[in-house]
């Protein structure tokens, strides 16, 4: 089975600072890695992915994640965040190349300081 | 925007009453997927369905039970409402066939059992 850890619940930043959200995944077979975004009051929308092939991803938003099969991480980068990212972050991981449900970490909380 | 609504959006109901939550989707897709989600648990999976009269259990089944009489309805219901079902429930659908596998999801429900 695959699980997720998000090593950090809130993470506080300045705007326009560089921000990074942690992710760690266990697993003992191939997986794929994913990361959402929730906005306040709302559902959660796909940010970027990771299938295979290149280890650095980019998404929406500005938004880039490295997968690091050695450290089994994923984390989420963003080089400057605005007030508008505010919103919480999940990461997700599922098993490589079956259509088995998503495994969900317990998120993070993006508090972007004007 | 995947097209998946979720009625209702809101409910307010007693302990002990049954109740029904609705996915509908206009993608076609195969698998759907009910998760909850509460402070500091993530999203959890509860029920899935792989097709149509074809669903299989989540982490966290217990109490729940699920229908898919049709391709685009998913229903969720719980038998006799408790307090510990108070939580925001999010209908999710992702295709089949060769992947990338993604989840889209919908708007959520929010429940209050009193």
């Known amino acids: 089975a695959q699980s997720v850890t998000q090593l950090d619940s809130q993470v506080p930043v300045f705007e326009e600072a560089p921000v990074e959200l942690r992710c760690n995944y266990s697993?003992?077979?191939?997986?794929?890695l994913f990361w959402y975004v929730q906005y306040p009051n709302q559902g959660l929308q796909l940010l970027l992915k990771?299938?295979?092939?290149?280890?650095l991803v980019k998404g929406i938003n500005g938004f880039e994640a490295e997968f690091n099969k050695s450290q089994t991480s994923f984390h989420l980068r963003k080089p400057s965040v605005h007030i508008s990212d505010t919103a919480e972050y999940f990461c997700?991981?599922?098993?490589?190349?079956?259509?088995?449900?998503?495994?969900f970490g317990k998120g993070t909380r993006l508090s972007v300081i004007a | 925007d995947a097209g998946i609504t979720q009625s209702p959006r809101h409910k307010v109901t007693e302990t002990g009453t049954p109740v029904t939550l609705r996915c509908h989707q206009t993608?076609?897709?195969?698998?759907m997927y009910w998760y909850r989600q509460d402070p500091g648990h993530g999203l959890r999976l509860i029920h899935y369905?792989?097709?149509?009269?074809?669903?299989d259990k989540g982490e966290v089944s217990d109490g729940y039970s699920v229908s898919r009489s049709k391709t685009e309805d998913f229903l969720l219901t719980l038998e006799s409402a408790t307090s510990s079902q108070t939580s925001v429930y999010f209908c999710?659908?992702?295709?089949?066939?060769?992947?990338?596998?993604?989840?889209?999801f919908g708007p959520g429900t929010r429940l209050t059992v009193t």
């Open positions: 999710a659908i992702s295709e089949s066939g060769g992947g990338p596998y993604e989840q889209y």
């Open positions: 697993s003992s077979v191939s997986v794929y």
């Open positions: 990771y299938l295979s092939g290149s280890t």
């Open positions: 997700a991981v599922t098993r490589a190349a079956r259509n088995t449900p998503l495994v």
């Open positions: 993608e076609n897709h195969r698998y």
């Open positions: 369905s792989y097709g149509v009269k074809d669903t």
